[in-house]
């Protein structure tokens, strides 16, 4: 089964507004990341955070981290229209490890 | 990412033929992976090598072969392809150098079987 699971599947919003992703996942982690893919084209890293860190940002994304519930929250402030595409978070068990993606979230942020 | 071509890049067949899709990669990366996305699906692993010796089956091997010619090259195989592997397939890279497993995608193949 997948390791990391996304919710919501589906997100729809204006522009300026914010866009919150969460990923769950279930076994003990050594990172999470998220990935963005526009359609039909391959996935693009944005952000990484440690199994030892809480919070982490990078430009308008903000992502959090809580071991103890297993879940990562991505959140888009500001929204553009070209934000729209789907994003993933992976699992990385380490070491030998391979990453595990979740079934992603569609945003849609309309003009 | 540029740094990282599959071909094709389309490619429509028939069931029963024999598919090679080829991965090359310019970063210098030792782990090469494989992966197979379907509408509305997250990515599933197929192979992936940690180096040129070292290939290891993912969640969904079956049907599938791959061959890591060199460490800049990696393809991917089906011998005999039936309609239920049409799908997206991606190839990735990643170097163990870095500790963390950021991976880097290619564009995409986008296979079809009649």
């Known amino acids: 089964s997948q390791q990391g699971e996304e919710d919501p599947q589906a997100l729809s919003i204006q522009e300026g507004e914010n866009a919150t992703m969460n990923c769950s996942y279930k076994?003990?982690?050594?990172?999470l990341q998220w990935y963005r893919q526009n359609s039909g084209r391959g996935l693009v890293h944005l952000i990484l955070i440690r199994s030892n860190e809480r919070e982490k940002h990078s430009g308008r994304l903000r992502v959090t981290l809580d071991t103890s519930k297993k879940s990562s929250s991505l959140l888009i402030t500001a929204s553009r229209a070209a934000d729209t595409a789907s994003y993933f978070c992976?699992?990385?068990?380490?070491?030998?490890?391979?990453?595990?993606f979740g079934e992603g979230t569609q945003l849609t942020v309309n003009p | 990412d540029a740094d990282v071509t599959q071909t094709p890049r389309n490619r429509i067949t028939k069931t029963g033929k024999r598919i090679m899709l080829e991965c090359s990669q310019t970063?210098?990366?030792?782990?090469m992976y494989w992966y197979r996305q379907d509408p509305g699906l997250g990515l599933r692993l197929i192979y992936y090598?940690?180096?040129?010796?070292?290939?290891n089956k993912g969640e969904i091997s079956d049907g599938y072969s791959v061959s890591r010619q060199a460490q800049a090259k990696f393809s991917l195989s089906l011998e005999s392809a039936i309609p239920n592997q049409t799908a997206l397939y991606f190839c990735?890279?990643?170097?163990?150098?870095?500790?963390?497993?950021?991976?880097?995608f290619g564009p995409g193949t986008r296979l079809t079987v009649l």
């Open positions: 970063k210098g990366h030792d782990r």
């Open positions: 990735a890279t990643s170097d163990s150098r870095q500790g963390h497993n950021e991976q880097f």
């Open positions: 992976a699992t990385d068990g380490g070491s030998r490890s391979r990453l595990t």
């Open positions: 076994t003990s982690i050594n990172n």
């Open positions: 090598s940690f180096d040129v010796k070292d290939i």
